[in-house]
Nanobody, 123 residues
Framework: VQLAESGGGLVQAGGSLRLSCAAS????????MGWYRQAPGKQRELVAA????????NYADSVKGRFTISRDNAKNTIYLQMNSLKPEDTAVYYC?????????????????WGPGTQVTVSS
């Protein structure tokens, strides 16, 4: 699976950005996709995720009500609409795809990552 992000940039506080992530390759067996971010000196954290089947979503508490994750299955693409951006949202945002395999005695997870896109929010 190959992932390509786009849409990052510089925006003032209170502004909006929309990130896109296009998946290619063996996308048929992806179980979920999502966005993570990593700020300087901090650990990578989950921002939002969406499942491939039902389209269930999950958000970090810090972005609930401001960010919306969505998908276009026909284009194998997910989006992250980011509104009311804050300086603390500044980070490199990474697209993630996860494949989960269930066996009788164990489960395996394989994660795929995009190269990341920089989002900078100025105060």
């Amino acid at each position: 699976v190959q992932l390509a992000e786009s849409g990052g940039g510089l925006v003032q506080a209170g502004g909006s950005l929309r990130l896109s992530c296009a998946a290619s390759g063996d996308t048929f067996t992806i179980n979920a996709m999502g966005w993570y971010r990593q700020a300087p000196g901090k650990q990578r954290e989950l921002v939002a995720a969406i499942t491939s089947g039902e389209g269930s979503t999950n958000y970090a508490d810090s972005v609930k009500g401001r960010f919306t994750i969505s998908r276009d299955n026909a284009k194998n693409t997910i989006y992250l609409q980011m509104n009311s951006l804050k300086p603390e949202d500044t980070a490199v945002y990474y697209c993630n795809a996860r494949k989960v395999r269930y066996y009788s005695d164990y489960t395996t997870e394989n994660d795929y990552w995009g190269p990341g896109t920089q989002v900078t929010v100025s105060s």
